[in-house]
C-alpha cells in the first residue's frame, strides 16, 4: 500500500481527476424479486404523494416491485403487457384499466 500524503497548508485541492474503473459485462443470471426486468414500470420520484397508483383498485403504493406485483396478481398483466398498460402523468405511473 503507498503511504498516504498529506497536502502542504495553502496547497489546492485537484479537481481534475479521472478514475477509470472496469466494469464487467451484464450478467444474465440477474434475478429480480417480483420476476421479469425491473424496466417493466418506469421510476418516478415524486413529493407527498406515492409514485404509483392503481385507478380500478384506488391503490397507491410506494414501491415499484409491489405495484409491478400488484398488476401482475390483479390484472392478470404479463411482463410484456405491463409497459403498454401503464402511463406516467404529473410524476406518477399509474394503471388506469384496459
Known amino acids: 500500500m503507498a503511504p498516504v ?3 502542504a497548508e495553502g496547497a ?3 479537481t481534475d481527476l479521472f478514475i477509470e ?4 459485462g451484464a450478467s444474465p443470471g440477474v434475478v429480480f ?4 426486468s425491473h424496466h417493466q414500470v418506469p421510476g ?8 404509483y ?4 383498485h384506488r391503490r397507491a403504493f410506494h414501491d415499484r416491485a409491489a405495484f409491478v406485483a400488484h398488476l401482475r396478481r390483479r390484472h ?4 410484456a ?4 398498460a401503464v402511463l406516467v402523468e404529473g410524476g406518477q405511473v399509474r394503471y388506469v384499466g384496459k
Not at 424479486?33 to 421479469?36: A, Q
Not at 397508483?53 to 380500478?56: D, P, S
Request: glycine residues 6%.
Open 5 to 7: 500524503r498529506v497536502a
Open 81 to 84: 403487457d405491463i409497459p403498454r
Open 76 to 79: 392478470a398483466l404479463t411482463d
Open 21 to 24: 474503473v472496469p466494469l464487467d
Open 33 to 36: 424479486p417480483f420476476g421479469g
Open 12 to 14: 489546492r485541492a485537484r
Open 53 to 56: 397508483v392503481c385507478e380500478v
Open 44 to 51: 418516478v420520484v415524486t413529493i407527498d404523494r406515492a409514485p
